[in-house]
């Protein structure tokens, strides 16, 4: 089966300005790629409902269109078909020095690594997406995509490619949702329309506060990577 990824960040800031805040978030939705043009469809709606003619994105929530914001989140929690990992990364803790030759690039695409490759499957085909972002190494996406169809010899990684977030509305959905988790555990979310969101989502879909979840978890799921090993 092909599935596409889509991928953001959150918080990155924090791995390089120990000042910033506790974690960085690198997360991805998962969908197959014969349900590309529904995710589009879902979300076109929503914004031509309210209006919206920009990109869908965690910085732009304000009180004015909570409720937009809100239809998007039962989007995703009631389409089955999509799924979503983050990963948190306590930046204060990484240590460049000792394993990335001091090279916090390298670093930052080794997190990018453990996002993804423990939902990838065997006998299946990925497309992956990221945010379009300058790097000092030109070939860290090739690099990625070599790295991660390695790691599994029966599925295959056909690409992992640089988008720009305004042409992606699965990479808008995805900083969304990885914006509000990161938020959440940085403690960070001051405006009232960011904290009513995130507790939308507590209160209706989750039954509890957003926290790590089991390797499992299939459809919200949450990492907290243990910097010594570990889940």
Not at 39 to 47: D, S, T, Y
Not at 60 to 73: M, R
Request: proline share 2%; hydrophobic share 40%; with cysteine.
């Amino acid at each position: 089966m092909k599935f596409e990824v889509y991928c953001d960040e959150s918080g990155l800031e924090a791995l390089t300005r120990k000042d910033a805040h506790l974690y960085t978030g690198i997360g991805g939705i998962w969908l197959p790629a014969e349900n590309r043009d529904l995710l589009k469809k879902g979300l076109n709606e929503i914004k031509q409902k309210y209006n919206i003619k920009t990109e869908l994105k965690w910085k732009k929530i304000s009180p004015a269109h909570l409720d937009l914001y809100k239809e998007v989140i039962d989007f995703f929690f009631n389409a089955g078909y999509i799924r979503f990992r983050v990963i948190l990364i306590e930046a204060g803790k990484v240590d460049n020095m000792r394993f990335n030759s001091e090279d916090a690039e390298l670093g930052f695409y080794k997190f990018y690594y453990q996002l993804l490759k423990h939902w990838i499957f065997d006998f299946n085909d990925y497309a992956i997406f990221t945010d379009l972002k300058k790097n000092r190494n030109k070939g860290r996406l090739k690099e990625l995509e070599h790295t991660l169809d390695r790691s599994n010899l029966t599925s295959d990684v056909t690409q992992v490619q640089g988008l720009p977030s305004e042409q992606s509305l699965g990479i808008q959905l995805a900083d969304i949702l990885t914006g509000l988790v990161v938020s959440k555990f940085n403690k960070k979310a001051t405006s009232t329309a960011k904290l009513k969101l995130i507790e939308y989502i507590e209160n209706k879909y989750l039954s509890k506060e957003i926290a790590p979840t089991s390797k499992w978890e299939e459809k919200f799921n949450v990492f907290k990577i243990n910097l010594q090993g570990g889940w």
